[in-house]
């Protein structure tokens, strides 16, 4: 192995050694909603949602590899695959379901801001409200929207299983006073992971649109350990980024849904579960030690290259 290759690995290798770390993050709404000169929320942990009402289309059949999957909470790709509310009796043609679209105050907005432990009081949250922003037009909420894809799969020794391979979550700041509502992220899922009805879901932060051009957006988000926004580490490199991913853990029993569970819409159209979710989701930053160290091994490769650049005998290196 040359040095190049050599020098490349080890920096590399260094890196990709050292772990990340899940969070803290603070989020800082622009507004001093609590009345103690600062406008940003406590140290945070995790974010927690509660009872969400999580829509699953199978363009297929649950039992059988390679079923397309799509789950989603937004209204106008649910009417277009053809979800409508209502009782409807199960493909078990005993079974009677209802299904129902998500409600804004229910089934699409974070109810926990869960705080570093010793963090609390309403200082802490900073006017953070789970719903009553809804009502009282006072305070400051989260929502999302999702849309993700996926599969039935084949495990190997016999069973099936889901995965998600692709997709985003958007999250949004939703203004109780002014009603606003501003996108802040959007979380792009790139893998799961289901183990005994535990699934969760993988991916990586993006600031890759119009919606993060504002100083709002840029600083909503800030990493504690390292005192950086979200968008600064994620947008360096010329844009390319270090990578911000982000872990939810959510919960789903039966993972493959069972008749006496599913609808099938219309004559043709694909079967639909409803279920009842609670998740977290966390957030996994870069060490600040394993960037220094990156850059540094890469800078030196770079020295190193031009140093075997220069030819013999020029002594102007």
């Known amino acids: 192995m040359n040095y190049k290759s050599l020098l490349l690995t080890a920096a590399l290798g260094m890196a990709m050694a050292s772990p990340a770390l899940a969070g803290p993050f603070v989020i800082d709404v622009g507004n001093d909603f609590s009345g103690n000169g600062s406008t940003q929320t406590g140290a945070i942990n995790t974010l927690g ?22 789950d989603t909470n937004i209204n106008s790709v649910m009417s277009g695959l053809g979800f409508s509310s209502g009782n409807f009796t199960a493909v078990d ?42 009502f009282d037009g006072t305070g400051w909420g989260l929502t999302f929207d999702y849309m993700i894809e996926g599969e039935v799969y084949d495990t190997g020794n016999g069973d099936l299983s889901i995965r ?14 002014s009603g606003d509502r501003i996108q802040v992220m959007r979380m792009n899922v790139e893998g799961s992971n289901l183990q005994a009805g535990n699934l969760d879901l993988l991916g990586r932060l993006v600031f890759d649109d119009t919606w993060a051009d504002s100083e709002f957006v840029q600083n909503f988000f800030v990493d504690v350990n390292s005192g950086r926004t979200f968008y600064d580490i994620a947008s360096e490199e010329g844009g390319s980024g270090i990578p911000i991913h982000w872990r939810l853990d959510t919960n789903v029993d039966p993972p ?18 409803q279920t009842e979710l609670n998740s977290t989701v966390r957030y996994e930053v870069p060490e600040p030690g394993m960037l220094i160290l990156l850059g540094t091994g890469l800078l030196f490769l770079g020295f190193m290259a031009t140093r075997r650049r220069t ?3 020029d002594l102007s290196a």
């Open 49 to 70: 949602t509660s009872d969400t009402l999580a829509t699953s289309f199978y363009f297929g059949d649950p039992n059988v590899a390679g079923t397309q999957i799509v």
């Open 93 to 134: 043609g005993e079974s009677s379901v209802s299904l129902a679209f998500p409600d804004d105050v229910g089934d699409k907005n974070v109810v926990n801001l869960n705080f570093v432990s010793g963090v609390g009081g309403s200082n802490a949250r900073n006017g953070f409200t789970s719903d009553d922003w809804f």
């Open 164 to 177: 998600y391979t692709s997709g985003y979550f958007d999250a949004f700041f939703e203004d109780g006073a």
């Open 256 to 273: 493959i849904p069972t008749a006496d569970q599913l609808v099938q819409l219309g004559e043709n159209g694909p079967l639909v579960r």
């Open 311 to 313: 030819p013999k005998g």
